[in-house]
């Protein structure tokens, strides 16, 4: 069982940052696949970023170039540095995890844990 806790969010201004962090539990957190989601109001949730167990790195394309996704294994912590924020990042952000290999790092179906969610507000 991995407990995700997020943290990290609150209210910026258009052009400002912000770092989400996501803490996790158990021993074997670098053998895991993890991302990052966020949800509007009335919206589904859609797939920001994630990191495999490899390193390698995915983004949505809407954030691709203001955000950067970053995981350390010693800390059993994955960070999203969110930069450049608008309004339309406006969302309450979740933290997902899972050991199984992916086709679709996009896909939320395969994520066995998450979080509670961090709130991230973008004022204009």
């Known amino acids: 069982q991995v407990q995700l806790v997020e943290s990290g969010g609150g209210l910026v201004q258009a052009g400002g940052s912000l770092r989400l962090s996501c803490a996790a539990s158990?021993?074997?957190?670098?053998?895991?696949?993890m991302a990052w989601f966020s949800q509007a109001p009335g919206k589904e949730r859609e797939f920001v970023a994630a990191i495999a167990w490899s390193l390698d790195t995915y983004y949505r394309n809407f954030v691709r170039g203001r955000f950067t996704i970053s995981r350390d294994n010693a800390k059993n912590t994955v960070y999203l540095q969110m930069n450049d924020l608008i309004p339309e990042d406006t969302a309450v952000y979740f933290c997902a995890a899972t050991a199984s290999s992916l086709n679709y790092y996009s896909d939320s179906d395969p994520y066995d844990y998450w979080g509670q969610g961090t709130q991230v507000t973008v004022s204009s």
């Open positions: 158990g021993p074997t957190f670098s053998n895991y696949n």
